[in-house]
C-alpha cells in the first residue's frame, strides 16, 4: 500500500501476552490495526487538550420532559449558539423521560461550554458531550 511504512516494536513478552488476549477479546484481526487505533485514540485525547482544536460531539441527555420549558430551552440554546448543530435525535424512553442526542461541530472549548450549558438545564437528569478530534486522524 501506498503511504504505509512499516516498523518493529520490541516488547516484555509477558506484555505482548496481554496486548494480544485484549484485542483478541475486543475482536481484533491484526495486532496492526489495533496499534492503530491505540495511536489514533493517543492522538485524538491528545488534540482534545487544545480548547481551539476542532472537534465533533456528540451530547447525550437524559430528561424530564414534564420539567418547565425543557424543550424550548434545548431549542432555544441550538438555536442561539454559534456553535453548528448539525443534528439531533430524540427518543421517548419511558412515560417520563426523553433521551436526546444533539451533534455538535465546533472547537473544543465552545463544544464543552455548550455541553455544560445543556446539562445543566433544569430537569436534565444526566448528561454527557463525547468529544471526537475531526481533523489529522
Ligand atoms: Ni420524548
Known amino acids: 500500500?501506498?503511504?504505509?511504512?512499516?516498523i518493529?516494536?520490541?516488547?516484555?513478552?509477558?506484555?505482548?501476552?496481554?496486548f494480544?488476549?485484549?484485542?483478541?477479546?475486543?475482536?481484533?484481526?491484526?495486532?496492526?490495526?489495533?496499534?492503530?487505533?491505540?495511536i489514533r485514540q493517543q492522538l485524538n485525547d491528545n488534540r482534545l487538550t487544545n480548547d481551539k482544536a476542532?472537534?465533533?460531539?456528540?451530547?447525550?441527555?437524559?430528561y424530564d420532559h414534564h420539567a418547565t420549558?425543557?424543550?424550548e430551552r434545548l431549542t432555544e440554546l441550538q438555536h442561539s449558539h454559534v456553535l453548528k448543530t448539525i443534528s439531533?435525535?430524540?427518543v421517548h424512553l419511558d412515560h417520563h423521560d426523553c433521551l436526546e442526542v444533539i451533534v455538535l461541530r465546533g472547537k473544543v472549548g465552545e463544544i464543552n461550554k455548550m455541553g455544560e450549558k445543556l446539562i445543566s438545564i433544569k430537569g436534565v437528569k444526566l448528561g454527557?458531550?463525547?468529544?471526537?478530534?475531526?481533523?489529522?486522524?
Open 20 to 38: 494480544d488476549k485484549l484485542i483478541a477479546e475486543k475482536g481484533y484481526q491484526s495486532r496492526s490495526e489495533a496499534i492503530r487505533d491505540l
Open 1 to 6: 500500500m501506498a503511504g504505509i511504512e512499516r
Open 128 to 137: 454527557r458531550v463525547n468529544l471526537l478530534a475531526n481533523e489529522g486522524l
Open 69 to 71: 420549558a425543557i424543550m
Open 54 to 62: 476542532e472537534a465533533v460531539a456528540a451530547v447525550v441527555l437524559v
Open 88 to 90: 439531533s435525535l430524540h
Open 8 to 18: 518493529g516494536v520490541s516488547l516484555e513478552k509477558e506484555l505482548l501476552g496481554a
